[in-house]
Nanobody, 121 residues
Framework: QVQLVESGGGLVQAGGSLRLSCAAS????????MAWHRQAPGKQRELVAA???????NYADSVKGRFTISRDNAKNTVYLQMDSLKPEDTAVYYC???????????????WGQGTQVTVSS
């Protein structure tokens, strides 16, 4: 079982910054990818950024150059540094962990409870 604890959301003015953190407790579970997704009201959940255990990153076009994802493998923690925030970044941000349970080949996803990010204009 994997438990995810998110922190760092809040209210910020446009142009400001926030840093999200997500710590995973993962017994008998090998984490492959850690990611952040977001869901704005009335919209589908979308991938914001992802990072593999080897440090390969992937970003949504809308956040490239403004957001930076990083991870501490020793702590099973992923971070999302969000700079130059825009009102359209307002959403609930969800941490996602994908990996393998011990002895299994298939990949399993776990999700955090979500943290609200609100950017005022």
């Amino acid at each position: 079982q994997v438990q995810l604890v998110e922190s760092g959301g809040g209210l910020v003015q446009a142009g400001g910054s926030l840093r999200l953190s997500c710590a995973a407790s993962a017994n008998s579970f090998s984490i492959v990818t850690m990611a952040w997704h977001r869901q704005a009201p009335g919209k589908q959940r979308e991938l914001v950024a992802a990072i593999t255990s080897g440090g390969i990153t992937n970003y949504a076009d809308s956040v490239k150059g403004r957001f930076t994802i990083s991870r501490d493998n020793a702590k099973n923690t992923v971070y999302l540094q969000m700079d130059s925030l825009k009102p359209e970044d307002t959403a609930v941000y969800y941490c996602n962990v994908r990996g393998r349970r011990a002895g299994q080949l298939s990949l399993t996803d776990y999700w955090g409870q979500g943290t609200q990010v609100t950017v005022s204009s």
